[in-house]
């Protein structure tokens, strides 16, 4: 993909959670962990930094009934900048930044 589709990619809020969401289409490497029933999908961006969707089974839990329900499968989203991986979940408002502030540096190189 050029700057130029990304930049149209993320040229909105909307379009870019859609993107973030979009995670398992716009994984260039996916990672399982059977044992721990945990996936990786990691996206590699232009910037080379890379944002890292897990999926991981949790259980429902009702405060009504104070009850659990049936598992689920969740995902938590991360981001990487640096050269090793720092285990602190972000927002997708916070990946929705970050991405369109790459879009701006990428449309600034053009």
């Known amino acids: ?21 979009d995670y398992k289409n716009t994984a260039n490497e996916v990672i399982v962990q059977p044992k721990l029933e945990l996936k990786f999908f990691i996206t590699n961006l232009p910037n080379r930094h890379k944002i890292v969707a897990m999926e991981y089974w ?21 981001y990487q900048d640096k050269e090793c991986f720092t285990p ?3 927002s997708e408002s916070f990946l929705s930044e970050k991405l369109k502030e790459l879009k701006m540096k990428l449309q600034e190189e053009k």
């Open 88 to 90: 602190d979940s972000v």
């Open 1 to 21: 993909m050029e700057n130029k589709d990304y930049i149209k990619l993320w040229s909105n809020d909307t379009k870019r959670r859609q993107f973030i969401s």
């Open 58 to 78: 949790g259980t429902n839990y009702s405060y009504l009934t104070k009850e659990y329900g049936e598992k689920s499968i969740r995902t938590k989203y991360y």
